[in-house]
């Protein structure tokens, strides 16, 4: 008869390898992204992950301070400044 304990120790491993596989691709993402937005939204995604394990590891507080430090205000930050900037559209040379 399986326990109740392994059924948890199985479940928290599966969450944990989704986390993990979540965090990895959004990594990835970042990396390979072509837009700069995009590339933002996969790291906060990827921040959010963090913040899951943290959780699943049983540091609440770290989970908590990563997603109101990084995500709240870091992700938001890179994310306003991307929008922000002024990017020429077009394919076609400017001269000024």
């Keep these: ?3 109740l304990e392994t059924i948890g120790a199985a479940l928290e491993m599966a969450v ?3 986390l993990a596989l979540v ?3 959004f990594a990835i993402f970042v990396v390979i992204a072509k837009d700069v ?3 933002g939204l996969a790291l906060i995604m990827c921040m959010f992950s963090v913040a899951g394990l943290y959780i699943l590891l049983n540091a609440q507080f770290l989970g908590v301070i ?3 430090v990084y995500i709240g205000a870091i992700g938001v930050l890179i994310l306003f400044a991307v929008m922000l900037t002024k990017r020429h559209l ?3 040379s400017r001269a000024d």
Aim: positive net charge; proline residues 0%.
């Design 1 to 3: 008869m399986i326990g």
């Design 16 to 18: 944990f390898g989704l």
């Design 23 to 25: 965090m990895v691709f």
């Design 37 to 39: 937005v995009r590339a």
């Design 66 to 68: 990563q997603v109101l």
């Design 90 to 92: 077009g394919g076609g």
